[in-house]
């Protein structure tokens, strides 16, 4: 669509919006007409999904590194020129090693590049997105079960996942006029969960679409900031403690 951007309907910010979780979402979001700012680090992708979601509502779309500064930046001026942000969803993530390494055996240089993309970034393109966040915004960081759970193979990808919620859990206590969620979406037929596990058959996981509307759930609703699994919301409707 071609609509100027209009500072009365909901915006969002996606990282990572050109495949799996973060598309799924993109996909819902444009279905009710929420403008949106997408990212991701490879431009075809991304602006195949920039086409497809601009059918149904105003979209903008900004590849690059979500751990650059200058991308940051660039989200933030992007998100003040479509009116402001009513919702920011952290999705974006390195896996890092593939296939997983034992933690003794962890690649240093990739486990500090994993949380810079998985804590850092998210961090600090917050900070960049505060000005241009509307009254009582919603800010998602896409967390993990591996963030709480010890699995063989997921030490690097869990510790930056625990790294962040613990990062946004204070986030949450420090900035109680936003509503700020951890959320683990649960394992998915993912191109990620695939490059974890090459050659393991996925098939019988779920694909990224049944963890939306837990996500949605946090987005429209009114459950307080906290860490929630997704696909349990709607069952105990509830924040998950840890």
Excluded: C
């Excluded at 690649?107 to 393109?125: G, I, K, S, Y």
């Excluded at 946090?218 to 929630?228: A, C, D, N, T, W």
């Amino acid at each position: 669509m071609t609509e100027t951007p209009s500072t009365t309907l909901p915006s969002a910010l996606i990282t990572g919006a050109s495949r799996g979780l973060g598309l799924a979402l993109a996909r819902d979001l444009a279905a009710d007409g929420w403008q949106l700012l997408i990212d991701g680090r490879d431009p075809t992708a991304l602006f195949a999904a920039a086409t497809e979601l601009g059918e149904r509502t105003v979209v903008r779309a900004l590849p690059g590194d979500v751990a650059d500064p200058a991308h940051q930046r660039a989200l933030a001026d992007a998100a003040l020129r479509l009116g402001g942000l009513d919702v920011v969803v952290h999705n974006a993530s390195n896996l890092g090693a593939s296939p997983l390494p034992a933690m003794a055996d962890y690649p240093v240089d990739v486990l500090r590049q994993v949380f810079e993309v998985n804590v850092v970034a998210p961090v600090a393109l917050t900070q960049a997105l505060l000005p241009v966040l509307r009254p009582e915004a919603r800010i998602l960081a896409v967390s993990s079960d591996a963030a709480v759970e010890a699995y063989p193979g997921w030490g690097g990808y869990g510790a930056s996942k625990a790294a962040l919620d613990q990062a946004f859990g204070v986030l949450a206590v420090e900035r109680p006029d936003l509503r700020v969620y951890r959320v683990d979406p649960g394992d998915m037929r993912t191109q990620m969960h695939e490059a974890a596990e090459p050659g393991v058959d996925l098939s019988d996981l779920p694909p990224p679409e049944a963890s939306v509307p837990g996500l949605r759930a946090l987005i429209s609703g009114e459950l307080p900031s906290g860490r929630y699994v997704a696909r349990a919301i709607d069952a105990v409707d509830v924040a998950v403690s840890r």
